[in-house]
Nanobody
Framework: VQLQASGGGSVQPGGSLRISCAAS????????IGWFRQAPGQEREWVSYIGSSAETTYYTDSVKGRFTISKDNAKNTVYLQMNNLKPEDTAAYYCARSIWDHAEGVPVTTPPVSWGQGTQVTVSS
């Protein structure tokens, strides 16, 4: 199981970025993916989740209405379109195979967990 996040960069507040998560060793047809982020000195937090069905998506409150998660099963890739970026969105973004915990309302990573190097998103004027 491998996941590689890419597409990060530096943008000004209000700008947009689309980051990608390329999966290998398993198929997105039957697996969900969670996007997570970690800012320096802070704990990793979940950002968004997409299920095996692309219609199943969830977002943490701070990004609702600004971020959109999607996937292309043919490319085995998940995307996170981030619009109206804010300085507080600055973090390293990671993707991981996950399932949705309906009781807790968060994605839970499924083993083996492979965070990879992540992709850095910096929002600054």
């Amino acid at each position: 199981v491998q996941l590689q996040a890419s597409g990060g960069g530096s943008v000004q507040p209000g700008g947009s970025l689309r980051i990608s998560c390329a999966a290998s060793g398993f198929t997105l047809d039957y697996n969900g993916i969670g996007w997570f982020r970690q800012a320096p000195g802070q704990e990793r937090e979940w950002v968004s989740y997409i299920g095996s069905s692309a219609e199943t998506t969830y977002y943490t409150d701070s990004v609702k209405g600004r971020f959109t998660i999607s996937k292309d099963n043919a490319k085995n890739t998940v995307y996170l379109q981030m619009n109206n970026l804010k300085p507080e969105d600055t973090a390293a973004y990671y993707c991981a195979r996950s399932i949705w915990d309906h009781a807790e309302g968060v994605p839970v990573t499924t083993p083996p967990v492979s965070w990879g190097q992540g992709t850095q998103v910096t929002v600054s004027s």
